[in-house]
């Protein structure tokens, strides 16, 4: 049976060129840095993302940590908003591998205010630890992309301080999408980016870190020290090349799809959806007078071949992607219609 599965964008399947490209891969042995297609891969994310060079990790999670890892010494205090996926999704990863302070500030939407980031800073004083690294995340996990300006002023305030600037730029190219700009004009605003072609942009598995090249040099030493060192990665790599490409031009499409489907499940009975936070591929809603458990309501949908994830804090968040096309919308909106 195929599912029509709004549980995210990572549940995107790799496509027809995808494994071919795959299959045919040119490979050699990454550790020894002699894996062409790998290279050509971290090449073209470095110049996507305006820095001197890429490393590539199997996971988000993993380009984030040695990110941290890589700019800080255990100690040292990194600013974050509070629900950033650092903090919320990475299993406390920071204090595990890199030993360093959270010094979590609350945004509003979640997006950094710059004036609290700045308050946020620590002043030399014997008992303070010392702020090496401030993180931002565009597109947020709550839908929204923050402005650039937002990001601007931030990366001015840690150059002021010395201090350096990572990105969660998971989605990046939704941000750039809907900012109607390149990624590299986003990553501007920082010193290292981490972005996932794991998402929306079908790869099978893997992210990339960019920066300096004394950074990434460093980085990949700390990827080994973690067990990241792979192999024949061009085999994914191949995929990667493929989601930067070409995957990355249509995500817009997932974007019109979410306003579709927001508009459509606005028309049902009790059905309120924030329609606010509806930057990229996101849509959050609620429904009232439910007659069935959340629980109950998502077994329901998957009885009929539509995969959702359960309620969160009461809010429901359907995720277009390019496996949900929009006769697949309209078919869950007659699905969902007949539960209410
Ligand atoms: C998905 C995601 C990551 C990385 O997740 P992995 O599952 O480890 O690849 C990091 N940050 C954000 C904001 C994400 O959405």
Redesign the pocket.
Known sequence: MRYIDFR?D?VTIPTEEMRKAMAEAVVGDDVYGDDPTVIELETLAADLMGKEAAMFV???????QLAIMTHTRRGDEIIVEES???VE??VGAVAVLSGVNLRTVKGINSILQPKDVEAAIREEDIHHPETTLICM?N???NGRVVPLENMQQIYHIAKKHNIAVHL????IFNAAAYLNVEAKDIAAYTDTV?F?L??GLCAPIG?MVAGSKSFISKAKKNRKLIGGGMRQSGILAAAGLIALKDMTKRLHIDHENAKYLADKLSELPGVKVDKDSIHINMVFFTIDNLKMSDAEFIDKLYEKGIKANGAYRGVLRFVTNNDVARKDIDYAMDCINVLL
């Open positions: 995210s990572t199997p996971s988000g999670t993993m380009g984030n950033c996926h650092i999704h990475e995340e597109a947020l996990s969660d730029g998971a989605r981490m996932c794991s998402k992210s």
